[in-house]
């Protein structure tokens, strides 16, 4: 490991500053690596034109080393600097250098996505909660407009195409540019419940950019045949990554009554904890249906507060912890855990007085709010405009922190229009996937 000085003699205005970001990351590895050893010293001193020979050369091996150590921001403007650092960027697998718990717990921050419901325009909204900034991210590259998000999966974005009839789906990392269909089921489904289960759950960064999972449908209405009209269908499909046959599997059935449930009152959000799927019916009183898919079987759980809970989510408190979020008029609003013996809820957390006024505009109607959650994170939200809620567990002892997050009011100054949103975590990168 060494540290490159350049010695800038006049360059045009566009060359000093593509320099200023190499040399700037140059003297950001250089740092990283005399952290961890105090007998590191420089001892190179190039001139101009063999300083750029050697940054143009650079194997994609070792720059994509270098690239490791930088936030998605910090690479996002590397890769507008030349061709060469645009092709490693796109090409290598860039994994981010993790040193310590600490560190790790901050690297692996999921950024808030927005998706206006009603998009006139082909764009979404991502914080990143490091800077506490806001970004657009232009979605002209996807061929629909109308699309809901249903879960994440690393990296990427399971969306459900909204003016299809039947279930249309779509894998989009929106950070890449890139996307997919979905193969077509084998039954033909209207608003069918869909799950997300991650084979291997992810250890490292690989896997969250290259996951291997599945997705299950189940439920929905079956088209109308000549010999009746539409009924609800009590069978499930599987779609598994790993296989190269692309094709959906039949993998069982469930009771009747399951599928109205799953068909009528559940959003298709659903929350994998360990080798379960979970759904909350969005009819009062709420319930919990869940589906085990080591063994094909359905069952369902009952929910505290059920009768009097204004709005209800399920959330991942933890990688084997299912969390509900939900708020009343009178009481606040409130986090329960499901015990290990899965039929009790225990009342864990409780959403602060003043935050939870400032979420609601000083009034104590929780109708309009909606939640999203993942591993350390939990966010309640309205609308694009007007602020989050926001819980994170920090460190390694379990605590839980609230804070108050600024809606996407301006972007590099520009004014945004306030929209209703639907909400999603994901862990954003640059590289490229195997799944496209």
Not at 24 to 42: D, E, V, W
Not at 54 to 68: H, K, Q, R, V
Not at 133 to 151: D, G, R, T, Y
């Amino acid at each position: 490991m060494f540290l490159l000085v350049a010695s800038h003699g006049k360059l045009k205005r566009g060359e000093k500053k593509k320099q200023k970001i190499k040399d700037k990351i140059c003297h950001t590895q250089y740092t990283k690596a005399n952290h961890h050893s105090s007998t590191l010293k420089p001892f190179f001193h190039f001139q101009q034109p063999t300083m750029s020979m050697m940054w143009n050369n650079l194997p994609f091996d070792l720059l994509s080393n270098i690239f490791s150590f930088l936030s998605p921001d910090s690479l996002a403007i590397a890769r507008t600097v030349c061709r060469n650092w645009h092709a490693c960027s796109n090409s290598y697998p860039l994994i981010p250098r993790i040193t310590n718990c600490a560190t790790k717990c901050k690297a692996l921050q999921p950024w808030f996505l927005a998706l206006p419901i009603r998009n006139h325009r082909p764009c979404c909204y991502a914080h990143n909660p490091d800077t506490n900034n806001w970004h657009e991210l232009p979605l002209e590259f996807l061929p629909i407009s109308l699309v809901k998000p249903i879960a994440t999966i690393g990296s990427l974005i399971l969306l459900r195409i909204t003016n299809s009839t039947t279930l249309q789906l779509v894998l989009c990392n929106p950070f890449t540019r890139q996307f997919r269909y979905l193969p077509n089921l084998n039954m033909s489904r209207t608003n069918p419940a869909v799950g997300v289960t991650l084979s291997e759950y992810p250890k490292n960064d690989v896997l969250f950019q290259f996951p291997c999972f599945r997705i299950y449908v189940a439920g929905g209405m079956s088209e109308a045949s000549s010999q009746g009209g539409a009924t609800y269908n009590p069978t499930s499909e599987m779609y598994d990554s790993t296989k190269n046959n692309e094709n959906w599997e039949i993998v069982g059935s469930m009771p009747v009554e399951f599928s109205v449930r799953l068909t009528v009152w559940t959003p298709n959000e659903n929350v994998n904890i360990k080798e379960k799927l979970y759904w909350i019916t969005s009819a009062r009183a709420y319930s919990v249906m869940g589906f085990d898919v080591s063994n094909n079987t359905w069952f369902q759980l009952g929910v505290p507060m059920a009768e009097r809970l204004e709005f209800a989510t399920l959330v991942r408190r933890s990688h084997e912890n299912l969390g509900l979020v939900g708020g009343t008029c009178d009481g606040g609003g409130c986090i329960w855990e499901l015990n290990d013996d899965g039929g009790t809820w225990w009342l864990v957390d409780k959403v602060p007085i003043e935050l939870g006024l400032r979420l609601l505009s000083g009034q104590r109607n929780w109708d309009s709010v909606k939640c999203v959650g993942s591993d350390g994170v939990i966010c309640l939200y309205r609308d694009l405009g007007s602020g989050m809620v926001v819980s994170r567990r920090i460190g390694e002892k379990g605590k839980w922190e609230w804070n108050w997050v600024e809606g996407c009011g301006f972007v590099k100054g520009k004014q945004v229009h306030n929209c209703s949103i639907r909400g999603t975590l994901i862990h954003p990168t640059l590289a490229s996937s195997v799944i496209f």
